[in-house]
């Protein structure tokens, strides 16, 4: 699949083994069998590709070829595989803040915390952080990026603030990519804090938040 040039390694989940077998006859007899065990299954072939990888670790490949005499030769290759999961978004909270992110149930900003990993690939995968926020009721987000988050395989706790209307519920989603998959975790910010709340009209109220027509 290409990744052990970039990796260094083969890659579970991603990788396959490409397996041939080549034996050497004795005294002229013909192969009679093959038997290959790799990647958790046996194969029949000189020649195979196996399945994506299910294992990681220092993994071997056990090859048995049998002519028609009934003699039997042996031989073995081990190969590394990375280890590899999804990006994983861990946490994502947001709350209601003040400008600078002192929190405020009746702040006119919203604070975004939050942490994830990415699995390294010997430190030859990439991370990629974005935050994106709107209104419950707009039809697109404002995307944010992380720079300074770039290529970080464990981000624990970061936090970024931005204005808020009081009056409005926000839609908030973090998504961490990597080279091969996107991880994303979503969640709601809150109006502002009140006790009580009627629309203007009078036709509704809320309890606890500002009263939004949706």
Same mark, same amino acid.
């Given at each position: 699949?290409?990744?052990?040039? %970039?990796?260094? $390694?083969?890659?579970?989940?991603?990788?396959?083994?490409?397996?041939?077998?080549?034996?050497?006859?004795?005294?002229?007899?013909?192969?009679?069998?093959?038997?290959?065990?790799?990647?958790?299954?046996?194969?029949?072939? *000189?020649?195979?590709?196996?399945?994506?990888?299910?294992?990681?670790?220092?993994?071997?490949?056990? !090859?048995?070829?049998?002519?028609?005499?009934?003699?039997?030769?042996?031989? +073995?290759?081990?190969?590394?595989?990375?280890?590899?999961? !999804?990006?994983?978004? %861990?946490?994502?909270?947001?709350?209601?803040? &003040?400008?600078?992110?002192?929190? &405020?149930?009746?702040? %006119?900003?919203?604070?975004?915390?939050?942490?994830?990993?990415?699995?390294?690939?010997?430190?030859?995968?990439?991370?990629?952080?974005?935050?994106?926020?709107?209104?419950?009721? *707009?039809?697109?987000?404002?995307?944010? =990026?992380?720079?300074?988050?770039?290529?970080?395989?464990?981000?624990?706790? *970061?936090?970024?603030?931005?204005? $808020?209307?009081?009056? +409005?519920?926000?839609?908030?989603?973090?998504?961490?990519?990597?080279?091969?998959?996107?991880?994303?975790?979503?969640?709601?910010?809150?109006?502002?804090?009140?006790?009580?709340?009627?629309? $203007?009209?009078?036709? =509704?109220?809320?309890?606890?938040?500002? *009263?939004?027509?949706?």
């Amino acid at each position: 699949m290409g990744y052990f040039d %970039t990796y260094g $390694a083969y890659v579970k989940g991603k990788s396959k083994f490409k397996v041939t077998v080549t034996p050497t006859t004795a005294q002229g007899s013909a192969i009679a069998s093959y038997s290959t065990y790799a990647n958790g299954s046996t194969y029949s072939s *000189a020649t195979f590709t196996t399945g994506v990888l299910i294992y990681y670790g220092t993994l071997n490949i056990n !090859a048995t070829v049998k002519d028609k005499r009934g003699r039997t030769g042996t031989a +073995s290759k081990t190969a590394t595989v990375l280890n590899y999961n !999804a990006p994983a978004v %861990t946490l994502l909270k947001v709350n209601r803040c &003040n400008e600078d992110g002192t929190e &405020n149930e009746k702040g %006119t900003h919203v604070k975004a915390t939050f942490s994830g990993t990415v699995t390294p690939l010997n430190s030859k995968n990439s991370a990629t952080y974005k935050l994106y926020y709107k209104k419950s009721t *707009a039809s697109t987000y404002t995307e944010v =990026g992380f720079d300074s988050l770039k290529n970080n395989y464990s981000v624990s706790n *970061a936090s970024y603030v931005f204005e $808020a209307d009081t009056g +409005s519920t926000y839609d908030v989603k973090l998504t961490i990519t990597d080279n091969f998959e996107s991880g994303e975790k979503k969640t709601i910010a809150s109006t502002a804090y009140t006790l009580m709340h009627w629309l $203007a009209s009078g036709l =509704g109220m809320a309890i606890g938040k500002v *009263a939004e027509k949706v």
